[in-house]
T-cell receptor
Framework: EDQVTQSPEALRLQEGESSSLNCSYT??????LFWYRQDPGKGPEFLFT???AGEEKEKERLKATLTKKESFLHITAPKPEDSATYLC????????????FGKGTHLIIQP | DTAVSQTPKYLVTQMGNDKSIKCEQN?????MYWYKQDSKKFLKIMFS???????INETVPNRFSPKSPDKAHLNLHINSLELGDSAVYFC????????????????FGPGTRLTVL
């Protein structure tokens, strides 16, 4: 069974304080690893897809990396508007198309 | 321009009732999905449809039935609602179901908060 574990569950940072969120996964044939951002009362918003170990993608203050066992979402000099729940998900190569999500990291950036 | 839309946004109903949630996407995507997000914010896949074919069906009670009148719509029908069905239901869509190749990101709707009393 595919599993995704995210840590920490919650993270409180000061504005400008860089940090990383972790996503560990076990999957039978990884087709893709996805990062989403979810704001309260809204649907998940797509951020990145990573396909193979060693791949990196960046968007503004966010950078996602991937190894064979985990992915990191690095947040550089965060701003209060980066506060949200960040979700990691995997898509397996076994034939199922639905994403298997982790429970998310609730990030709070204090001004 | 809303890419994936759902109606209603809120749905409050009594136990035992039958209800439907509608979903529409204007992205021209081939595959649509339904997810359930429980009170602990954990998102779990329920169904996906590609070209009117049910692709996956996780361990969801048969009281739940997805219906796709066309490629742009995937509605969720729920019969005999139970207290445990209370959750936020999200519809999503993606470009294609690519076997053995790169996967494609899924775009989510705003969610429907279902409360069963």
């Amino acid at each position: 069974e595919d599993q995704v574990t995210q840590s920490p569950e919650a993270l409180r940072l000061q504005e400008g304080e860089s940090s990383s969120l972790n996503c560990s996964y076990t999957v039978s044939g990884l087709r893709g690893l996805f990062w989403y951002r979810q704001d309260p009362g809204k649907g998940p918003e797509f951020l990145f897809t990573l396909y193979s170990a060693g791949e990196e993608k960046e968007k503004e203050r966010l950078k996602a990396t991937l190894t064979k066992k985990e992915s990191f979402l690095h947040i550089t000099a965060p701003k209060p508007e980066d506060s949200a729940t960040y979700l990691c998900a995997v898509q397996a190569g076994g034939g199922a198309d639905g994403l298997t999500f982790g429970k998310g990291t609730h990030l709070i950036i204090q001004p | 321009d809303t890419a994936v839309s759902q109606t209603p946004k809120y749905l409050v109903t009594q136990m035992g009732n039958d209800k439907s949630i509608k979903c529409e996407q204007n992205l021209g995507h081939d595959t649509m999905y339904w997810y359930k997000q429980d009170s602990k914010k954990f998102l779990k896949i329920m169904f996906s449809y590609n070209n009117k074919e049910l692709i996956i069906n996780e361990t969801v009670p048969n009281r739940f039935s997805p219906k796709s009148p066309d490629k742009a719509h995937l509605n969720l029908h729920i019969n005999s609602l139970e207290l445990g069905d209370s959750a936020v239901y999200f519809c999503a869509s993606s470009q294609d179901r690519v076997w053995g190749g790169e996967s494609n990101e899924q775009f989510f709707g705003p969610g429907t908060r279902l409360t069963v009393l």
